[in-house]
């Protein structure tokens, strides 16, 4: 048995004779290196296949973790931003009740001040207005902040009224301190009113620039305002005489005193001693007699003299 092989036309076929040892040789040769070849690429195929597999499985094996993690992270932040809600909501809660107790504060303070109703309006929001122009492309803020931000700007208007109130009143109250109020004696009554009037000595008409206070000798003389003593000593009719500047044009005037507790120099504050009740100068009696000025003109002291201080009613 023959096996021929043709390899070209120009060149002569192979021949294999199977019925030789030679022949035979060849062919179990041929066909093993055949089978070892066919092994060779099913194992070159399969390690391919295999490497290619294993890289697949690594592959998914990591987007499932990733996966996970994301997961998680996602749980973590649903819960991070639920106890920031909570915080904020809790913040918020206690603005508002800060508002309530500033607007509760700002009316008493109104009341106490006694200013006109509608003055400072606690409730509502203050008057604004203006050109503006609107930021380009400003996204909307969440309502949660949006409510915060609302209650910053209540607080910074109503601080800025509380303000205003605060020096508002406490210019009220140096107004008020500065201002004649009251009787310059604790005891005692008015022997004789401001204007015209017979004189005591000659019976003359005369104007009389102030009011007369009988009471004891010894009476404390009080100061009727805060201020300054700009003169201790004697005038002319008026025996032992202080004056007292209270800015804003007043001056008040304390005479027949039988002495005198102040210096000149001094500051005094309403009620405060600064003489005794006399009977010095051109005088029929133990008496304060007290003047008020204002402007540099003498005004009729019963206008101050039936006031009473803020403070004090």
């Known amino acids: 048995m023959n096996i021929i092989i043709?390899?070209?036309?120009?060149?002569?076929?192979?021949?294999i004779d199977l019925n030789l040892r030679h022949g035979r040789a060849w062919l179990?040769?041929?066909?093993?290196?055949?089978?070892?070849?066919?092994?060779?690429?099913?194992?070159?195929?399969?390690?391919?296949?295999?490497?290619?597999?294993?890289?697949?499985?690594r592959v998914l094996t990591s987007l499932r973790a990733t996966l996970n993690q994301q997961r998680q992270d996602l749980a973590a932040l649903g819960v991070a931003s639920r106890n920031d809600l909570d915080a904020l909501s809790l913040?918020?809660?206690?603005?508002?009740?800060?508002a309530t107790r500033l607007n509760a504060l700002g009316e008493r303070l109104t009341q106490i001040g006694k200013l006109d109703d509608g003055e400072f309006d606690f409730a509502g929001e203050?008057?604004?207005?203006?050109?503006?122009?609107?930021?380009?492309?400003?996204?909307?803020p969440l309502p949660l902040q949006a409510g915060i931000d609302g209650l910053r700007a209540e607080f910074a208007a109503q601080q800025t009224q509380l303000e205003m109130l605060e020096r508002l009143l406490r210019d009220q109250k140096i107004d008020n301190s500065l201002l004649?109020?009251?009787?310059?004696?604790?005891?005692?009554y008015i022997s004789s009113g401001f204007g015209g009037r017979a004189d005591p000595f000659d019976g003359h008409q005369a104007s009389h620039l102030g009011v007369d206070f009988s009471a004891p000798a010894g009476t404390a003389v009080l100061a009727v305002a805060d201020g300054m003593v700009t003169f201790v000593g004697i005038r002319n009719g008026y025996g032992n005489v202080v004056e007292i500047d209270h800015g804003n044009g007043y001056m008040t005037r304390y005479a027949h005193n039988s002495s005198v507790a102040v210096l000149e120099g001094a500051r005094v504050h309403a009620g405060e001693t600064i003489a005794k009740v006399g009977s010095t100068g051109r005088s029929t009696g133990n008496h304060c007699h007290f003047e008020v000025w204002h402007n540099g003109r003498a005004v009729n002291p019963m206008a101050y003299v039936k006031n009473v201080r803020a403070s004090q009613a």
């Open 28 to 57: 179990i040769g041929g066909t093993c290196m055949g089978v070892a070849l066919l092994l060779g690429v099913g194992v070159a195929l399969g390690a391919w296949l295999g490497t290619s597999r294993s890289h697949e499985l």
């Open 6 to 15: 043709v390899r070209n036309a120009s060149l002569p076929p192979w021949r």
């Open 180 to 188: 004649p109020t009251g009787m310059p004696v604790a005891q005692g």
């Open 91 to 98: 913040q918020l809660g206690q603005l508002r009740a800060q």
């Open 126 to 140: 203050p008057a604004m207005g203006g050109p503006e122009d609107a930021l380009a492309g400003a996204d909307a």
